[in-house]
């Protein structure tokens, strides 16, 4: 079975700090993709990863694949309130067609 | 209709009562999967389709729920005799093909059985 763990799974800053979200497992994936979710609403997508050592920038978001594709790591740079959300791991699976989800992280950024 | 839409968004069941939930694709779309959420947690795998085709049930209950993506039309999540533990919300995905691409989620459809 495979399986994706998330830490820290809460996370209360102030606004202007920095955080790291992580992404683990023991098994490799084709892909790895990370979503953030809004109270009442779906998971949208913000960025996949494909190729271990992978580094990916979204504005003050930055995503890195693992080496060996089992883990990956989600680092926000002088968070906003506007980061507040759930963010949430995903790894793909070529071999079962699975996207297997981890158990997400609540980030809340205070003013 | 740009996004995978999902209705109904909310649904109200009495216990014993059956739940059908509904999910199109995106254009072009020919597999879908189905999650389960309770609040505050992730995406629970249920079960993932393709048209006509159950490819993997895994994450399903054995017994009172269904899947189904006929040729034409939406694929169906379908659970007989709800339950008060069945109270979640439940997410559909599409993609264009199995492999390394993105899924992208419809809005859910949040159920309550009173």
């Known amino acids: 079975t495979q399986l994706l763990e998330q830490s820290p799974q809460f996370l209360s800053i102030q606004e202007g700090e920095n955080l790291t979200v992580y992404c683990n497992s023991s098994s490799v994936f084709s892909s790895l993709q990370w979503y953030r979710q809004e109270p009442g609403e779906g998971p949208v997508l913000l960025v996949t990863?494909?190729?271990?050592?992978e580094v990916k920038k979204l504005k003050r978001l930055t995503f890195q694949f693992g080496d060996a594709r089992k883990d990956s790591s989600l680092h926000i740079t002088a968070a906003q309130p506007g980061d507040t959300g759930l963010y949430l791991c995903?790894?793909?699976?070529?071999?079962?067609?699975?996207?297997?989800f981890g158990q997400g992280t609540t980030l809340q950024v205070k003013p | 209709n740009a996004g995978v839409m999902q209705n109904p968004r909310h649904l109200v069941r009495r216990r014993g009562q059956e739940a059908r939930l509904r999910c199109s694709p995106m254009k072009g779309h020919s597999h879908v999967y189905w999650y389960r959420q309770l609040p505050e947690e992730g995406l629970k795998f249920m079960v993932y389709?393709?048209?006509?085709?159950?490819?993997?049930e895994s994450g399903m209950p054995k017994e009172r729920f269904s899947a189904e993506f006929p040729k034409e039309g939406p694929s169906i999540l379908r659970i007989q005799q709800v339950v008060r533990g069945d109270s979640a919300a439940y997410f559909c995905?599409?993609?264009?093909?199995?492999?390394?691409?993105?899924?992208?989620f419809g809005q859910g459809t949040r159920l309550t059985v009173v």
């Open positions: 990863v494909v190729t271990g050592g």
């Open positions: 389709l393709q048209k006509e085709n159950i490819i993997d």
């Open positions: 995903a790894g793909f699976s070529s071999n079962t067609g699975k996207l297997i």
């Open positions: 995905a599409s993609s264009v093909r199995r492999g390394p691409d993105e899924a992208f």
